[in-house]
């Protein structure tokens, strides 16, 4: 089967490949979903890589005012249509007013002579709006019979509700659904992206969270590449000397470890000591935080006797603050991608994993944690994940998201005085202590209180 990617960043995963060629496919929604965006994204980051493409629009409007709404995206390059790559076709009414099948008979005039690799009709519900049901229904197999010929994938935009469509002909003739929505989860809106047929093709289902930035539209889901590197048996310091001794060794180069547990606890505090460890072995870290400013990151830092200013004025250390409000998953995942390779990053701390929760759905959020953890291991990071939890969460209750190792912190009241303890629940391919440790914070950090014997 011949496959066409999609040129939307993170699809092609979900469509296992991209779309067939040729084919149909209707990328239905109600207003504002991104139906457009989409689509055009499509075709014109396509006409960038040399395919020859057509957008045809059944909107009314002048070329002038596509260009207003659509410059903003930095993929819309309108030099585009004076190399033959991209083909602008505007449908006035007068052209419809001479007829539904004389305007498909142009078209495909049109197709025969720029023979077009990618095609996009937005939207495809505004030619035949005119007809009566019966009519209509038939125009529409007639034209998707027709774009089987056209030896091109062909886009169609429709404004839908999810209900309309599953009785719309369209859904019917096409031989692709997608449906865009915009959903309210945790007070916030979130867009979500659901592929409901698909000839002939596998593709992963469900609802697949988006966001639509300067750069288009951004798929939560990545297409990440398989680690390069075989998993790793040395092991590297966590900066804290007795979770170094529980751990019989430290963590594994390139593995990921959770820090679990309520507020106060202490996960922030062994996150920074372990970025400052690596930093002082001259290896790049980066500290991610969703929940203390740069500048309370350094100020924390310094009162553990972990001054970071000095690292991060040469570079080897870098703090990511992103005020929760403000945070879009899929475009912070895109943009930490980006400065991990350029920075040559070796450790990474996130603080605090619980962010993704109140953001999205537990399905959403739980992929979204995974996704992160795969983009650190394809790229042979070592990393940690802190994650705010319940005081009266066990480690029954905690969710490590597969990560390879978990570490659970606790409070506990002992002669009314609260203590801190800190228990290994986990290190994959490794042995390592299984008891519940004391553990305090001093101005040197974290100190575990060890059998004699260890």
């Not at 953890?373 to 009266?392: E, H, K, L, P, Y």
């Not at 659970?408 to 042995?431: C, H, N, Y």
Request: glycine share 8%; with cysteine; hydrophobic share 35%.
């Amino acid at each position: 089967m011949n496959l066409m990617r999609s040129e939307i960043l993170g699809l092609d995963k979900i469509l296992k490949g991209g779309f067939p060629r040729p084919s149909a496919i209707l990328i239905a929604g109600p207003a504002g979903s991104g139906k457009t965006t989409i689509a055009m994204q499509s075709v014109f980051t396509a006409s960038e890589k040399k395919e020859v493409c057509m957008y045809v629009t059944s909107l009314n409007e002048p070329i002038a005012m596509v260009n207003n709404f659509m410059s903003k995206l930095s993929f819309y390059n309108i030099s585009l249509l004076s190399t033959g790559n991209m083909n602008y076709i505007p449908i006035g009414t007068e052209t419809l007013d001479k007829g539904i099948y004389s305007f498909m008979w142009n078209l495909e005039e049109s197709i025969e002579k720029i023979k077009p690799d990618r095609i996009v009709i937005d939207p495809i519900t505004a030619i035949g709006s005119t007809l009566d049901k019966e009519a209509k229904r038939r125009f529409y197999y007639d034209l998707f019979l027709r774009m089987k010929k056209w030896d091109a994938l062909v886009i169609a935009t429709g404004e839908f509700t999810k209900e309309e469509l599953m009785t719309s002909d369209l859904s019917h003739v096409s031989d692709g659904v997608i449906y865009l929505s915009d959903d309210e989860v945790n007070k916030r809106r979130v867009r979500h992206l659901e592929i409901l047929k698909l000839r002939g093709q596998g593709y992963r289902t469900g609802k697949h969270p988006f966001t639509i930035t300067d750069e288009g539209v951004i798929l939560h889901k990545q297409e990440l590449p398989e680690p390069d590197m075989p998993y790793s048996t040395n092991r590297v310091s966590t900066g804290v000397a007795g979770l170094d001794t529980m751990t019989e060794g430290g963590v594994f180069e390139g593995s990921t470890m959770l820090i679990s547990g309520s507020c106060g606890t202490g996960k922030t505090t062994i996150g920074t000591q372990f970025i400052a460890e690596g930093a002082s072995s001259g290896e790049k870290g980066m500290i991610v935080s969703f929940v203390e400013s740069d500048k309370q990151t350094i100020n924390n830092a310094r009162s553990i006797g972990h001054g970071i200013s000095g690292h991060i004025a040469s570079g080897l250390v870098r703090v990511l603050y992103t005020n929760p409000s403000d945070l879009e998953a899929g475009e912070h995942a895109i943009k930490l991608r980006s400065m991990i390779k350029e920075m040559d990053i070796k450790r990474i701390f996130v603080d605090d994993i619980h962010v993704f929760n109140d953001l999205m759905t537990p399905f959403d959020a739980k992929d979204h944690i995974k996704l992160l953890a795969d983009i650190f291991r394809s790229n042979g990071i070592t990393a940690m994940f802190a994650q705010r939890t319940d005081v009266n969460e066990t480690m029954r209750d905690i969710n490590d998201y597969g990560m390879d190792s978990s570490v659970l912190l606790s409070l506990r009241e002992e002669e009314a005085k609260t203590e801190k303890t800190i228990t290994v629940l986990k290190m994959r391919g490794s042995a390592h202590d299984t008891g519940i440790r004391q553990f305090e914070v001093r101005s040197s950090g974290v100190d575990i209180i060890l059998p004699s014997s260890q």
